[in-house]
């Protein structure tokens, strides 16, 4: 399955870029195929592959924390163009 996320940084001082990259070596079963990086906003966005939303929440939560707002939504990959 496929998931999408997205952060928006709390702490305007921060980096965005900072939190962006996921250095960690991710779980089993879970490919991070692209992050979409708005400096200029504090945004940004990530697509996952993973067995359930629940996985890329939870890794999310460990990894940036309450840096920010974090959003999650499934996404359908026989009606996503990419």
Avoid: R
Wanted: overall charge negative.
């Amino acid at each position: 399955m496929f998931y999408a996320s997205q952060h928006q940084l709390l702490n305007q001082q921060q980096k965005v870029n900072d939190l962006a990259f996921f250095e960690g070596k991710l779980p089993k079963n879970m490919v991070l195929h692209s992050t979409f990086v708005y400096v200029e906003e504090g945004y940004f966005q990530c697509l996952w592959e993973a067995e359930n939303i629940d996985m890329v929440q939870q890794y999310i939560d460990v990894t940036v924390g309450d840096d920010c707002q974090n959003d999650y939504y499934n996404v359908d990959p026989i009606t996503a163009i990419a």
